[in-house]
């Protein structure tokens, strides 16, 4: 796989939500996940969010859905991956986007079911490690370990930023090199 491209890129948050958000430790998630975010919003780079069942597990925590610019597209599913929920994968390819960058919780469940499909359904697929979480140590490696034997490349949030960037020169570098300072 090639580096990212910020024209061919959309950002996939899988279920940054109340109750799933509680049993992990929030506030690195919450962080990592946000910058990612804030990223995407300096560089015009769609995102696309998802709630697991938000009647049990609560909605997306505020602290992230605050940072979601106007038209972001927040869809409700049952199934762990997107891809089930009728109409997700047309949507998606709706933004004629190849390359997909995922981040969420948890990571051997939602996270990677999602990757799984997309990458059957032919998109190149940016696992954001260190912005994905489970609750169990094990589980969390095991399902980064999965991931990679599909086919998703492994990185984290300075890799995807700086490919996003590709130059000091980016007329928003110092904007996005601000995040993680």
């Not at 199934?79 to 004629?96: A, H, T």
């Not at 599909?150 to 130059?167: D, M, P, V, Y």
Request: with cysteine.
């Amino acid at each position: 796989m090639k580096l990212l491209d910020s024209n061919n890129s959309l950002l996939l948050v899988i279920d940054i939500q109340e109750r799933l958000v509680a049993s992990l430790d929030k506030n690195i998630i919450i962080s990592r996940v946000g910058k990612l975010v804030d990223a995407a919003n300096i560089l015009g780079i769609p995102v696309i969010a998802s709630e697991q069942y938000p009647k049990g597990l609560g909605n997306t925590v505020p602290v992230i859905s605050q940072k979601f610019s106007q038209g972001t597209e927040v869809v409700e599913k049952t199934s762990f991956s997107l891809l089930r929920e009728e109409g997700f994968l047309d949507k998606i390819k709706s933004y004629g986007k190849k390359q997909i960058i995922i981040c969420g919780i948890e990571t051997h469940i939602c996270v990677h079911q999602t990757a799984a499909e997309l990458l059957e359904a032919g998109f190149e697929v940016v696992v954001a490690k260190d912005a994905c979480a489970s609750r169990n140590k094990y589980e969390f490696k095991q399902g980064i370990e999965a991931m990679h034997d599909n086919g998703a490349k492994i990185s984290c949030i300075e890799i995807i930023l700086f490919e996003w960037l590709r130059t000091a020169k980016h007329p928003n570098f110092k904007e996005v090199q601000a995040l993680i300072k």
